[in-house]
């Protein structure tokens, strides 16, 4: 199947065969480098055990690079209908290893799955809200394995961040509270078709049993989230009026300066009509 794959023309000139121009409406910017996709690809842990989702296929170099890579199942979700004549072609080399779904991610059910690994170059008007779905999935139980996921470097930073640094907030909350969260590699701008004007970085994301049975309610905790780096520069005790002494605070902390720990432990006990 590798030689079947390897035989299709470069991406870039399968996008001029077709008449395919990445789309700003879609967030598309599409990644051509061969030596990227492959490094993207073979990071997914145990990939040839997977099904590996990926959202955003556009011209499908990634989805060439899974499949070449050993995937067990590659399930492509994309957006943009003309991107269909390329991805056929992707899909008549596949020995059956490619399916691609037509529609929206952010609606797309994949409940029938036992278990799957994520990985994508997600677009850039999605991607966090992609991101809280699947946290938001992980934490009711859905078996996603790993997430190997290319974002903004802004965004990569602050799914990885620490307290008390500028970068903190919702995202490393609810990430590191359901999952251990490392940025694999940066991307240099220039590898994309159009460039972009930052930069990207790899993210992993491995959800974390015994962090996940710890989270009672994952829509309480991104309320809280939400409501306290909403206004991160007040103190606390300005945003919710509560007795912050019983979980040890002052109430003159600022969100930034509160560990994904203290958050679970407020969402837990805070009465809901507070949030």
């Known amino acids: 199947m590798t030689d079947k794959i390897e035989s299709l ?39 040839q055990k997977n099904i590996v989702v990926e959202i955003g296929p556009g011209p499908g170099g990634l ?8 995937a067990k199942q590659v399930i492509a979700i994309e957006k ?6 390329i991805l056929n072609q992707i899909i008549n080399k596949s020995d059956g290893k ?16 036992d278990t799957y690994a ?22 009711g139980g859905q078996k996603i394995k790993s997430l190997t996921l290319m974002f903004q470097k802004e965004v990569a930073q602050r799914i990885v961040a620490m307290p008390n640094t500028k970068q903190y907030g919702r995202l490393s909350v609810l990430a590191n509270l359901i999952a251990d969260t490392r940025i694999l590699f940066d991307v240099p701008n220039t590898a994309f078709v159009p460039r972009p004007k930052v930069q990207s970085a790899v993210v992993q994301i491995i959800p974390n049993k015994n962090k996940i049975k710890m989270i009672d309610d994952i829509t309480k ?10 206004q991160r520069r007040k103190m606390i005790r300005g945003i919710i009026k509560t007795d912050w002494e019983k979980y040890g605070l002052f109430g003159t902390e600022r969100a930034e300066e509160l560990s994904p720990e203290i958050f679970l432990e407020i969402s837990r006990n805070i009465p809901i009509n507070l949030l």
């Open 9 to 47: 023309p470069p991406v870039a000139e399968m996008m001029r065969m077709s008449g395919l121009e990445p789309k700003k409406q879609f967030g598309q910017n599409f990644l051509f480098d061969l030596n990227l996709t492959g490094k993207i690809a073979r990071a997914v842990p145990d990939i």
């Open 63 to 70: 989805t060439r690079a899974l499949l070449m890579a050993g």
């Open 80 to 85: 943009d209908k003309t991107t269909e004549p």
């Open 98 to 113: 490619l399916q691609v779904i037509f529609g929206d991610a952010l609606k797309t059910d994949l409940n029938h799955l």
């Open 118 to 139: 994520v990985c994508a170059n997600l677009p850039y008007n999605v991607g966090t809200e992609l991101l809280i779905n699947w946290l938001h999935q992980i934490a």
């Open 221 to 230: 905790l991104e309320k809280l989230t939400a409501k306290l780096f909403g």
